[in-house]
């Protein structure tokens, strides 16, 4: 059984024992995701000292501005996994397209979606940066797989989880039997098991979401927001505001002690930001492994139907209960 001090390594190779028929490929699958963020954590930490910080001077697909550690983070995730015989397909945020591997033959059985850099705004301020992971399984017999396998739904992920480069770099992953946490020291450069079986409260004391966009939120985001501010003590409101623009670094900290992140959709934008398939999706298996709720306002989130690759959605997460309450109020019920 594993204890708080295991290495992702042990820990990996154990829950490997657990399952018979494993041929070893997913438990080294995910280490590789570590040694990718070791790796983008390596140049987070040098950033400021050897000019990687700043845009590159493009646009992503999504129309944003790209950071030159968006596309270092990227490029490291694919380095990681081109040869590793583990994956047969890649898609980023960073990419228009997924990337398939040919070269890694016999081919990978699984896919991975990743957002390699998110919260890529806080790059030059030092503040956390986190990367967002979704692994799918792929059936096909021994061929590429078409872009559209990558388009799936939530409830079809085999694992997922997140990166988080904050004080210390972790790695917080579920593979369907609860939700497990790491710590990279940095003095042995192994991932250690720190947070064991992680349980979210029903309910928590803080909310995270961007108010700058208050005004283009439709009402009953507004009245469920105005809500939360309002002093009550049995229902321990007011609220604490708690927002990085860092969404793992802010449903990390829901994790741990429970509360809602909301990006809303907007009045003009009714999906939102946030991407499903390599945002909302992963993180929402995460916190409903941890006995937490994910939604749109009006769905669970693990069952919206992907319909393209880089489709967005709203998105409330966290704590059951304040999960549901916000539906109550996006829904018009209050
Ligand atoms: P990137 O992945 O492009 O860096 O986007 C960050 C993000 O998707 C997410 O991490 C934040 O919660 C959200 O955007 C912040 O968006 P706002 O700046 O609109 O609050």
Redesign the pocket.
């Known amino acids: 059984m594993a204890r708080i001090g295991t290495t992702l390594t042990r820990f990996i190779i154990e829950t490997q024992a657990g399952h018979p028929a494993a041929t070893g490929e997913f438990s080294a699958l995910l280490a590789q995701i570590g040694l990718a963020g070791k790796m983008v954590a390596n140049d987070l930490r040098r950033a400021g000292l050897i000019n990687i910080l700043g845009l590159t001077g493009e646009t992503n697909v999504q129309g944003?501005a790209v950071k030159k550690l968006d596309t270092i983070a990227n490029e490291n995730f694919v380095k990681v996994f081109q040869y590793s015989g583990l994956v047969c397909a890649l898609a980023s945020?960073e990419l228009e397209k997924p990337v398939k591997l040919p070269e890694n033959w016999p081919l990978g059985k699984y896919m991975l979606l990743f957002?390699p850099?998110?919260?890529?705004?806080n790059t030059d301020v030092n503040m956390p940066l986190g990367a967002i992971f979704s692994i799918l399984r792929y059936e096909g017999k021994g061929g590429l797989p078409p872009d559209s396998e990558l388009v799936r739904k939530g409830t079809e992920q085999v694992a997922a989880g997140y990166l988080m480069y904050g004080s210390s770099t972790m790695l917080v992953f579920t593979s369907g039997k609860g939700v497990n946490g790491f710590t990279l020291d940095p003095g042995i450069g192994e991932y250690l098991l720190t947070h064991e079986n992680i349980r979210m409260p029903a309910r928590g004391k803080t909310y995270a979401v961007?108010e700058g966009?208050y005004h283009k939120w439709p009402a009953g985001t507004r009245r469920y927001v105005d809500h939360l501010k309002e002093a009550d003590k049995a229902t321990g409101r007011p609220y604490a505001g708690r927002y990085s623009?860092?969404?793992?670094a802010?449903v990390h900290r829901i994790l741990l002690g429970g509360g809602i992140y909301l990006?809303p959709g907007e009045t003009d934008k009714p999906e939102g930001?946030?991407r499903l398939l390599y945002?909302a999706n992963p993180l929402a298996m995460v916190v409903e492994q941890a006995g937490g709720k994910a939604s749109t306002g009006t769905h669970r989130i693990l069952d919206v139907e992907a319909k393209a690759l880089h489709q967005r959605v709203p998105l409330l997460i966290g704590s059951t209960d304040d999960v549901s309450l916000a539906e109550t109020f996006i829904q018009g019920k209050q």
Do not use: I
């Open positions: 944003e945020e957002d850099l998110d919260g890529s705004s961007n966009n623009g860092c969404l793992a802010d990006y930001k946030l945002e």
